[in-house]
Structure formats: structure tokens, C-alpha cells
């Protein structure tokens, strides 16, 4: 069996390439997403999602990863194209080698600016 952590950070690398086929392989079909800024039961509408944050988001600063058996929690710092670093703690559940679970945590005020130029509404904001 893989490690949840090798998974996990196969799937950043993944999207760190721009390799969104491998990151989707990488999320199993019954999928949940819950985060700061949706959430998705669809794993491709979230690989989708990765893809346009990668435009915001330049570059993914692992800190540290805690696993416990099929849970795995990263805390990572996001760093924006705005030069903002913004702390992250995500928790995953692997199963059989694929993500199934991805719940988020952070602050998400230094998105607020970029939301605004693209017209996204923010989670709060309804």
C-alpha cells in the first residue's frame, strides 16, 4: 500500500507541473473537497479549480506532514503572485492510493484582492 503522504505529494508535484492528468489520477472517483473557497463532491471540478488557483498561487512551500494510518494533515504556506504568503493546513484521507478527502483551513484574506479583480464572490460574502 502507498503511503498517504507519498500520495499527497505526488498529487502537489503534480499540479506544481501543471500535470493535471496525473493529479487527477491521483483523486478517487467518490471525492469530498471542503475548503475556504467551495465545496466540491466532484474531483474534477476540483483538479479544474487547482488549475485557476495556480494562477494565483506561484508556488507551494511544504512545512510539515503528520500522518496517522489512511489521515495525513500538510501545513504548507501558499505563496501568491502577490508576493503574500499565505499559512495552510489541509487534511486528507487516502484510500487505496487515491485522495478522497481534502478539507482546508486558512486565512484567506490575502485572496481577497485577487477575488475581487476576477469577480469571484468569496464563501463569506453570501
Do not use: K
Amino acid at each position: 500500500m502507498t503511503h498517504p503522504g507519498d500520495v499527497v505529494r505526488a498529487f502537489y508535484a503534480a499540479i506544481e507541473q501543471q500535470d493535471y492528468a496525473a493529479a487527477r489520477r491521483l483523486l478517487a472517483d467518490t471525492f469530498l473537497f471542503v475548503g475556504w473557497f467551495a465545496t466540491m463532491t466532484d474531483a474534477d471540478e476540483y483538479v479544474a479549480s487547482m488549475q485557476r488557483l495556480r494562477g494565483w498561487i506561484t508556488r507551494i512551500e511544504m512545512q510539515r506532514v503528520f500522518a496517522d494510518g489512511n489521515d495525513l494533515c500538510l501545513f504548507y504556506n501558499a505563496h501568491t503572485i502577490r508576493g503574500v504568503v499565505a499559512p495552510v493546513a489541509a487534511f486528507f484521507t487516502v484510500v487505496d492510493g487515491r485522495i478522497s478527502t481534502v478539507r482546508v483551513v486558512c486565512d484567506s484574506r490575502p485572496f481577497a484582492e485577487l477575488w475581487a479583480e476576477q469577480g469571484i464572490e468569496r464563501p463569506e460574502d453570501h
